[in-house]
């Protein structure tokens, strides 16, 4: 009983019979780092109680694809195509020889700032992921150590491995894209986050555990995979695949190996149980069914590939297969409210309104994610779990009679007031301990400049910054 600490509010969303509820008036009992009792009300006695009043009690969202670090991809939001806009290295850059844009301090600072984003939106468990278009290559460990101990300090359960790879993507001044290969150099980058995987994996109390992180499909060889899949099987770790999200990756996995990305994975034996595959839009009927078949889980982004005129086609489908499904940010801002609604409308602009209801949406953000991590104890909130949580304030929101509904229809993750992880309050009303959020949000806009600032060395031609990212409307003279 000591240290018990009593939550309430309007909604409480628990979980029994393996499906989520709802309680009208509920609350949620901590002991140590695990929920003791989710209900109606509570007879026990408590050390500390917080009525969050009109809110929901949620449990925290799981992010398979969790952005962690200052996003590239939003500077291509009306700049394309892709090719002229630094978004792939020029033959001349390659020549130079590719470098870090980002100094070992600024990488390791934008760990810590995404990861404290990640929290304000009520995001409770992350597997980390950034962009290598500004690396030399893959991803270091030294900056994944960092990661470690920003991730302890701030109490953000996360899954962490350095990306790394055995190739690149490749353009030539007229838009020919064309994959080059350093397998000694990808291979040399598993060994090296394998390494780090035995080394951190459970640290933290448990919060911090291993994962693995081949980028790009068509950017990785069969051999990569493979010890990739044997590793990772050995140790029970997920792995994260990017694939079937472009029309560049399908032209050039099948200029590579004669077929479909997903089906790749398959016949090299890879395709496995713990693997995640962000982000299936350009994925065949039949690919649908090697992931169901493998037990495979599905990551959906619908927030960035709405952005750029993608869409995953689709979820009802892809569930009535089997299909576990998780979600994952995977762009700026880390909002998890916003990117299940998009994925609401992106699901019935594709299969019709009949085809989804929130709670299944709101499945994904927990329980998908959960169960493709094998972890019964997150996404929900039920004695014996984890006390993961996320408190949305709802006291400015037009509500509906059901919280989830208005979740979608009304909440954004600004709204997140309150998060518990691993029963730590982790933020309060917004702040989060030993986090100066604007002053990191200053400094991350003068790294973010910086990185704009250098666009010109990796784009086809070099134009200058002006011509790269053209602007809304013509700049106004004094």
């Keep these: 009983m000591e240290g018990r600490t009593l939550l309430s509010a309007r909604w409480v969303i628990g979980h029994q019979g393996g499906r989520h509820v709802v309680h009208e008036h509920g609350v949620v009992v901590i002991e140590g780092c695990d929920v003791l009792h989710v209900g109606s009300g509570f007879e026990g006695e408590v050390a500390r109680r917080i009525d969050y009043g009109e809110a929901v009690i949620s449990p925290g969202f799981v992010d398979l694809d969790a952005l962690s670090d200052l996003d ?3 500077l291509g939001y009306d700049n394309g195509p892709a090719w002229k806009k630094g978004r792939v290295w020029p033959e001349s850059y390659i020549a130079r020889g590719p470098y870090e844009m980002y100094r070992p301090e600024e990488l390791a600072f934008q760990k810590r700032h995404a990861f404290a984003q990640l929290i304000r939106n009520g995001i409770t468990t992350a597997l980390p992921i950034a962009s290598l278009f ?14 470690a101990t920003a991730a302890e300090d701030l109490g953000l359960r996360v899954y962490l491995g350095p990306a790394y790879r055995t190739g690149g993507q490749v353009t030539d001044a007229t838009g020919n894209i064309r994959a080059v290969f350093d397998e000694a150099r ?58 079937s999200q472009s029309s560049v990756e399908l032209r050039l996995v099948r200029e590579q190996h004669g077929c479909a990305p997903i089906e790749w994975l398959h016949r090299i034996g ?16 039949a690919e649908f069914d090697l992931i169901a078949n493998a037990g495979a889980t599905l990551v959906h982004c619908p927030l960035v590939a709405a952005r750029h005129g993608g869409m995953l086609k689709s979820f009802p489908k892809a569930r009535a297969k089997g299909i576990t499904i998780g979600l994952g940010t995977d762009t700026h801002p880390a909002d998890m409210i916003l990117n299940m609604q998009i994925g609401m409308m992106m699901a019935r602009v594709s299969d019709g309104m009949e085809a989804i209801r929130s709670e299944e949406m709101f499945d994904a953000a927990t329980l998908g994610g959960a169960d493709a991590l094998n972890r019964p104890d997150l996404g929900r909130l039920a004695p014996g779990t984890k006390a ?91």
């Design 72 to 74: 590239t991809t939003i």
């Design 134 to 147: 500004y690396r030399a290559w893959g991803e270091t460990v030294a900056e994944f150590d960092a990661a």
């Design 186 to 243: 990808g291979l040399a980058g598993l060994t090296e986050a394998a390494d780090f995987a035995q080394r951190i994996d459970g640290t933290a109390e448990g919060r911090i555990r291993a994962m693995f992180a081949p980028d790009r499909i068509e950017t990785c060889t069969e051999t990569l995979l493979n010890r990739t899949a044997e590793i990772a099987s050995e140790m029970g770790a997920p792995v994260r695949q990017h694939c």
């Design 270 to 285: 890879a395709l496995r149980g713990n693997w995640l595959l962000p982000h299936g839009t350009q994925a065949t009927d």
């Design 388 to 478: 993961d949580i996320a408190v949305i304030d709802l006291r400015q929101t037009l509500q509906t009679p059901d919280p989830v509904q208005t979740l979608m229809t009304s909440a954004s993750g600004r709204d997140v007031r309150d998060v518990w992880i691993d029963g730590r309050q982790v933020m309060a009303d917004g702040v989060i301990p030993g986090v100066d959020a604007a002053a990191d949000a200053t400094r991350a806009q003068a790294q973010f400049d910086r990185l704009i600032a250098k666009y010109p060395d990796r784009t086809a031609g070099h134009p200058p910054v002006s011509e790269i990212f053209t602007p809304s409307y013509e700049r106004a003279t004094p």
